[in-house]
């Protein structure tokens, strides 16, 4: 289905992005990045829903998780192929022929928040660090805690998903010129994250 819409990047703002919000803090979900484990986590914890429109940028403190944009990408192709065979079919053999194709888990952070991207805290998910230590931190110096003794949904993936998104990867290698050019601004966002994280 294609939506009518003159500006994409609104349409994912405004309609699909899901926000949560404490005090000053708001998460903004993001797709493959632990989206599902940490939305239960502010659930728990009594976090509003925000509209990512009434994000008030000058007073709120706003953050997300990011991981390698390829890894994202192939784990968010496996979410979206490995139950539909005949899609399948048709788009893992294009991987390794220079083409990219996006789907509904696949969408880039660019799109997702726009520019909005540049003024957002970031943690990083597959750094030594853990991603709920860093957040605990984050939400304690902002006066806020966390309880992670509640009852938290995680996904964990069977062998057939993780030998499809194996696949994914294996096609896709680092990236080709096509997904270079969709994910230009999420990988440059992604390297300047992870750079200063190792500078911590």
């Given at each position: 289905m294609?939506?009518?819409?003159?500006?994409?990047?609104?349409?994912?703002?405004?309609?699909?992005?899901?926000c949560?919000?404490?005090?000053?803090?708001v998460?903004?979900?993001?797709?493959?990045?632990?989206?599902?484990?940490?939305?239960?986590?502010?659930?728990n914890?009594?976090?509003?829903?925000?509209e990512f429109k009434?994000?008030?940028?000058?007073?709120?403190?706003?953050?997300?998780?990011?991981?390698d944009?390829?890894?994202r990408?192939?784990?968010?192709?496996?979410?979206d192929?490995?139950?539909?065979?005949?899609?399948?079919?048709?788009?893992?053999p294009i991987?390794?022929?220079?083409?990219?194709?996006?789907?509904?888990?696949?969408?880039?952070?660019?799109?997702?928040?726009?520019?909005?991207?540049?003024?957002?805290?970031?943690?990083?998910?597959?750094?030594?660090?853990?991603?709920k230590q860093?957040?605990?931190?984050?939400?304690?110096?902002?006066?806020?805690?966390?309880?992670?003794?509640?009852?938290?949904v995680?996904?964990?993936?069977?062998?057939?998903?993780?030998?499809?998104?194996n696949?994914?990867?294996?096609?896709?290698g680092?990236?080709?010129?096509?997904?270079?050019?969709?994910?230009?601004?999420?990988?440059d966002?992604?390297?300047?994250?992870?750079?200063?994280?190792?500078?911590?």
């Amino acid at each position: 289905m294609i939506y009518k819409t003159r500006n994409v990047e609104l349409f994912w703002q405004n309609k699909i992005t899901e926000c949560y919000c404490k005090n000053n803090l708001v998460f903004v979900s993001i797709f493959k990045n632990a989206s599902t484990f940490y939305k239960n986590v502010f659930i728990n914890n009594k976090w509003n829903v925000l509209e990512f429109k009434d994000i008030n940028w000058e007073v709120n403190h706003v953050f997300g998780f990011i991981q390698d944009p390829v890894v994202r990408y192939c784990k968010g192709l496996t979410e979206d192929l490995h139950k539909d065979l005949d899609l399948s079919r048709k788009i893992i053999p294009i991987l390794s022929d220079n083409c990219s194709v996006l789907t509904f888990h696949t969408v880039p952070i660019s799109i997702i928040v726009g520019d909005r991207m540049y003024d957002m805290t970031w943690f990083p998910l597959d750094l030594d660090t853990s991603s709920k230590q860093q957040l605990d931190e984050f939400c304690n110096q902002h006066g806020i805690s966390l309880n992670w003794n509640l009852d938290y949904v995680t996904h964990s993936s069977d062998s057939e998903k993780i030998n499809f998104f194996n696949n994914m990867k294996f096609l896709l290698g680092d990236g080709n010129h096509i997904f270079w050019r969709l994910f230009a601004k999420d990988i440059d966002l992604y390297n300047n994250v992870v750079h200063n994280h190792k500078k911590l």
